[in-house]
């Protein structure tokens, strides 16, 4: 069980940098924009949200194609996709059950569920900043009645 574990808490430290680098180099890109948001029309700021989702949502893919590729490697799974499958269930915490991990390493599929949760969250908090950071400048735009 230990080596198990410690595999999970491996996985979940490189999730963890993976997320936390694309969130900041998504940071610096936006950051990079903000003097341009002030003279900008609505469009620009709607643009600049998709693109953060999207950058995240690929972000949370990427982190569930390295749960994926890791149960592939260890050969708990038949293909990639099976792996992948069961990583998107378990990451986002659904957790059909039609597909389930070996008996001996099924604490990973909580294990990932759990590191899931925490980056969904952080993303939810970037993605609050960016919107709150648009209203504001939408509203530093906007003239007084």
């Known amino acids: 069980m230990l080596s198990e574990l410690t595999f999970a808490f491996v996985i979940v430290a490189v999730c963890v940098v993976i997320h936390t680098a694309g969130l900041l180099g998504l940071f610096e890109w936006l950051l990079g924009r903000r003097a341009s948001l002030g003279r900008q029309t609505g469009r620009t700021h709607y643009t600049l949200l998709i693109v953060s989702v999207l950058a995240i949502t690929l972000l949370h ?50 294990l990932e569920g759990i590191s899931g949760v925490l980056l969904c969250g952080l993303s939810t908090a970037f993605l609050f900043a960016v919107v709150s950071e648009l209203f504001q400048t939408r509203a530093r735009r906007r003239p007084e009645r």
């Open 61 to 110: 893919l990427a982190e569930t194609a390295v749960w994926a590729a890791s149960y592939r490697w260890w050969g708990l799974f038949s293909d990639f996709e099976t792996a992948l499958y069961f990583s998107l269930g378990s990451y986002t915490t659904i957790g059909y059950g039609d597909i389930v991990l070996p008996q001996r390493w099924r604490l990973l599929g909580g």
